[in-house]
Structures are given as structure tokens and as C-alpha cells.
């Protein structure tokens, strides 16, 4: 037996039509969905990032702002930049690129972001909607696995959901969205005891901890449905996951691959969360 690989890419690339079609819409409407991306210093990850959400973001018709600010930038000098953004009618999402410089408090910068721009899914607005199963913009990340198990339509109800890793960014919303979905899910992080006995008891299994090939073919169950969020560097300096692929996709049903897998998924989840701002702006048009 050989798992059947989910292509992210492929599943990104179909659900961008969709948006591509809705933004042209919006456009006869006089409408161009904005996102604003703030980039604070120059690590080479997060430039990545923003290129490519620059690139997607141009493709399907959004306009695209990068704001480029030094890494000696004060706190209340990017929050300004912020509240500047959120009064600007053109912007419909703002992202500030993390990791941010010592010097700023990161929840700060999520909680100057106004609940309506946060297409990030961060602002703790959002999140408490999220968590009462309330319509909002949802993480990235987590919305994304949730799509390409739709897509592959993987039944979620009722199944047993473990989740490796308790980030407010991918870990806790994850879990969060599977149980919505009517799953029974359980935690595990750093200080759980005895990993593989609650892996191996897993329906699904979500990895991210960020650690490169941890989740071995004897911590999952056969036929489980393994979805690998790590993104990290093995000994040769080649991107891998969290799960050691080559090992673990002879005994699951499904799993994601690295690269192609969740990463496509997290920057279409921010088009499709642009978007929606967008839309919600003709639906509720702002008072001038």
C-alpha cells in the first residue's frame, strides 16, 4: 500500500480560479481587493514570503502595497504605519510579515490591526469567533488543511484528531477548526509524555512542531491521514517536513507531501481571506 499524496498545488491552483472569478467581478464593480504587506528588516525567509504573496496577489487581479521598514523601527512607528493602513478605504487586508525585531510586542501589532483588515486570522476577535463557530476570517494555515481535506473529501466528523504542536498560529486554530467540524481532538506538544501512544491513535494526524522528519512510520496507525505543516532543512540542507515522508507513506491513506503540501494552501487562504474583506466592504459599504 501507498499513500495517496495531496497535492497542494494542485488544489491551490483550483481554488485560485475561483477567487480569479470573484475578483473580476468585484473589479466590474469598481472594486480592487488591497493587501497591504509590511515587511520590518531583511531576513531572507520572510522576504520569500512576501514576494511570493506579492506575485499571487498580482496574478488574480488584487492590488498588491509592500511597506518596507528598517529593523530599528520603533514600536509605535510601525503601530502609526498600521492605523494609517487601517483608515486607507483601498486596503482591504493588512499582514505584517513575523518575525518581528525584539523591540516590538508582537500581540501589539496584531491587536492595531482592526478585526476587518486582519485577514491574517490573528486579531483576538477573530480568534474568539472562530472558537464559538462564528463567520470570520479563520488562520491561514489551519483553513488551508481544512480545504484539502474537503477537496479529497475526507469525512471529519467523529474521527479522532491529534495535533503535534500548540502555536496560536497553526497547532491551537487547527484543532479548534476540527472540532467544529464535530472531530474529538487531542493536543500534544513538548511536555506531552509518551508522543507515539496518542499519535498512534490518530485518525488524522497534523504535524507542526518544526522539526525536521520527527513523526516516524511507527508513531502513526495504518490507513491514518497524515497532514506534515513542518517546514524545515534535513542534513543535506533540503526542504522536508515534520513527518519523514519516505517512511510514513507506505502505511498511511493520505499524506502531504514537502514542498507542495500546506504551504501553497496557507498564501491561497490569504487571497480567499482578501478577498472576502473586499467583498464585505460592497456588502457593508464603510460610512464616510
Known sequence: MSAKIIDGKQIAASIRKEIKAEVDTLLKKGVIPGLAVILVGNNPASRTYVTNK????????????????????????????????????????????LPLPKQINDKKVIETIIPEKDVDGFHPINIGK??????????CTPFGIMEMLRYESIPIEGKHVVVIGRSNIVGKPSGQLFLNENATVTYCHSKTKNLSFFTKQADILVAAIGKAKFVTADMVKDNAIVIDVGMNKDENGKLCGDVDFEQVKSKVSYITPVPGGVGPMTITMLLYNTLKSASMDIQHPQLS
Do not use: A, Y
Request: with cysteine.
Open 54 to 97: 506579492q506575485i499571487s496577489c498580482q496574478k488574480l487581479g488584487m492590488k498588491s502595497v509592500l511597506i518596507e521598514l528598517s529593523d530599528t523601527i520603533t514600536e509605535k512607528e510601525l503601530l502609526d504605519k498600521i492605523e494609517e493602513l487601517n483608515q486607507d478605504s483601498s486596503i482591504h487586508g493588512i499582514l505584517v510579515q
Open 130 to 139: 472562530m472558537m464559538t463557530g462564528q463567520d470570520t476570517f479563520l488562520p
